[in-house]
C-alpha cells in the first residue's frame, strides 16, 4: 500500500521530467500498458500495445506525443490542489508554456490512474482535461507572432504522428457551439440544484441508471443516494469542458 506522498511524489516526477526536458524518466514513470489523453477527447496516445508506425511493441507511441508537444516547448506545471482517492489523483493546476517565445496560460484538470507494477508505482492512465478550443484562439490572437507556431507545430505533427494522428488531435474540439454551451449550463444547473437542495430539479439532470463517483475512485454511488445526504455547498474554481466530457 502506497501512501499518499508517496503517489503525490510519483506524478510529480511528470512535471519535474518535462521542465528539464528528460524525455526517458518522463516515459519510465508509465506502466507498460498505458494511456494518456491529451487533451479528453483527442486520440489516446497507448502504450506497449502493437505500433504500426515502429512495427513493435512498447513505448514508440508516448515518445511520438513527447517529441510533438513537449519537447520544443518549454512548460511549467502551476499546481493549486491535489486530491488523493485511492489509486487516483485529481490535479488542479495551470499548465505556462512558452512556445518559441510566445507564453500560453492552459487552465487544466489532470487525472492520474496509478498502479503497482513489480513493486512500483506507474501511471497507467493520464486524463488531461483542457479546452482545446480556447488555447487555439488565445494562441491566434497573437497574429502574426503565431504563424511560425502554427507552422512549426504542424510540421511536427505530420511527422511525428502522421495524418491520422492530426485528424485525431483535432477530435480533442469536441462538440462545438451550442452543444459545448449545453454542458456548461447543465452543470450551471448542478451546482444551483444541490446548494437549493432541490431534489426534484437534480434527479431531472440525471438520465436512468446514471453512477456518481463522489469523489473520483471511491465507490460508486446513485443520485438517490448522494440526494438523501447531501449537505453543505458547492462552488466551482474553474468549470473546462473536454472532448464531451
Known sequence: ???????????NKSPESVAIHDKEKWLSIFSEYAIVEDPVGSKPHTNGLYDKKSRKRGNSNLSRFYETFIAPNTIVFDVKNDIVCRNHV???LTVNIDMQ???????????????EEKGH??????????????????????GLTALPILTSMSARMMKHQGLSGAIGFTSGLGKLGKFRNQGKETVEKFLQAFNDKNQSSLSHLFCNGAVIH??????????SEIFANMCGMLSFSKLLLAGTN
Open 1 to 11: 500500500m502506497f501512501s499518499r506522498e508517496e503517489k503525490i511524489a510519483h506524478i
Open 90 to 92: 485529481v490535479r488542479d
Open 101 to 115: 517565445g510566445v507564453p500560453i496560460s492552459v487552465p487544466m484538470h489532470l487525472l492520474y490512474e496509478l498502479v
Open 121 to 142: 508505482l506507474k501511471i497507467r492512465r493520464l486524463a488531461a482535461h483542457w479546452e482545446l478550443m480556447p488555447m487555439m484562439g488565445l494562441l491566434m490572437s497573437k
Open 214 to 223: 463522489a469523489p473520483y475512485g471511491e465507490i460508486k454511488t446513485t443520485p
